[in-house]
């Protein structure tokens, strides 16, 4: 399975941004899958992450609430609604898959990892 990121871009802070994260096979719907991002200069921070079915989901304390992780398995999509956005969430934002696995923060937990796209906040 190889992972697309895509629907990074320029937005003022308060707005709102919804990424994607497509598998390119039908088996992406057996994978749970995570966003990471990382800002100029840091190390890479876990966002959320959903389980193959998205019944478990979790999120990073920064995002929460303002972030919602969901997915279409008839779509082979993942989801990163991003809404409230602050200045502060700008960076590379990742998908990464790990095949059968249960929604978890943990980078190395992940075997797979798509391009980064970027999302830029503004003030």
């Known amino acids: 399975v190889q992972l697309q990121a895509s629907g990074g871009g320029l937005v003022q802070a308060g707005g709102s941004l919804t990424l994607s994260c497509a598998g390119s096979?039908?088996?992406?719907?057996?994978?749970?899958v995570g966003w990471f991002r990382q800002a100029s200069g840091n190390d890479l921070e876990f966002v959320a992450s959903t389980n193959y079915s998205g019944s478990t989901r979790i999120y990073s304390p920064s995002v929460k609430g303002r972030f919602t992780i969901s997915r279409n398995n008839a779509e082979n999509t993942v989801y990163l609604r991003m809404n409230s956005l602050k200045p502060d969430d700008t960076a590379v934002y990742f998908c990464?898959?790990?095949?059968?696995?249960?929604?978890?923060?943990?980078?190395?937990?992940?075997?797979?990892w798509g391009q980064g796209t970027l999302v830029t906040v503004s003030s």
């Open positions: 990464a898959a790990d095949w059968g696995g249960e929604a978890q923060s943990a980078a190395s937990a992940y075997k797979l």
């Open positions: 096979e039908r088996t992406f719907r057996n994978y749970a």
